[in-house]
């Protein structure tokens, strides 16, 4: 059976990963899909800092005009960076962007009814120390 896609000579974004090793650092990248990860890419397109700066913000910067460029060639993208784009506006939402927000709100969630349970055990056991 003849393959559809002929995997030597297609286009992918993708995070390329530079910085040390606890402070990573991401560049987005259009590069040949049989390439290393760090190698030299085709395209550079912007980059991510996925640590959180002093004001708790993660940055990331994006070229626009080559991702419009580049979207018109049809690569394929990488879950991570079709993630960020989708999160840019410049693609649809990822599915697992809408997983990654309901996780995060059970986790909220959870987190506030058991502060909420040891307030209210806090408080009690305060009362019953006042009364005794």
Known sequence: M?????RSKFVVIRLALHGCTNR????IVLAR???PRNAKPI??????????????EIMVSLNMDKINDVLRLKP?????AAKLLGLSGVLPLHPLSYLDGLRC???QQLK???NLSIQEDGEEGKEEELCD
């Open 76 to 80: 394929v993208i990488s879950k991570p």
């Open 2 to 6: 003849p393959r559809l896609i002929d």
């Open 112 to 114: 506030s009814a058991k």
């Open 43 to 56: 395209a550079q397109l912007g980059t991510y800092d996925p640590l959180p700066n002093k004001y708790n």
């Open 24 to 27: 990573p650092f991401f560049h």
């Open 105 to 107: 709100s059970k986790r």
């Open 33 to 35: 899909n049989r390439s």
